[in-house]
Nanobody, 124 residues
Framework: QVHLVGSGGGSVQAGGSLRLSCAVS????????MGWVRQPPGKEREGVAA???????TYSDSVRGRFTISQDHSKKNLYLQMNDLKPEDTATYYC??????????????????WGQGILVTVAS
């Protein structure tokens, strides 16, 4: 079992930055593959970024170059630094754990464990 608690959402103007955090407990980091998924209002969940145990990363096309996923193994935390935010980044964000490959995780938003939603609102 993996338990995830996310934090750090809020409202920001376009062009601004936010940092999401996720505290992990239980079988920390599961199989080592973790990530972030978001669900824009009225739309389906989409993978944003994923990171593997060796810190290799994958990003969706829509956030690559603006978002950075990272993890702190000692503190058992997962992070998502979001820069140059756009109104289309408005969504509920979820940290997630236990994926089989970062590319598949981002492409299909496939994870086994999920944290609670974190609302991010970007005003134009």
């Amino acid at each position: 079992q993996v338990h995830l608690v996310g934090s750090g959402g809020g409202s920001v103007q376009a062009g601004g930055s936010l940092r999401l955090s996720c505290a992990v407990s239980g079988n920390s980091f599961g199989n080592g593959c973790m990530g972030w998924v978001r669900q824009p209002p009225g739309k389906e969940r989409e993978g944003v970024a994923a990171i593997d145990a060796d810190d290799s990363t994958t990003y969706s096309d829509s956030v690559r170059g603006r978002f950075t996923i990272s993890q702190d193994h000692s503190k058992k935390n997962l992070y998502l630094q979001m820069n140059d935010l756009k109104p289309e980044d408005t969504a509920t964000y979820y940290c997630a754990a236990f994926c089989v490959g970062t590319r598949a995780a981002v492409k299909k938003a496939q994870f086994e464990y999920w944290g609670q939603g974190i609302l991010v609102t970007v005003a134009s």
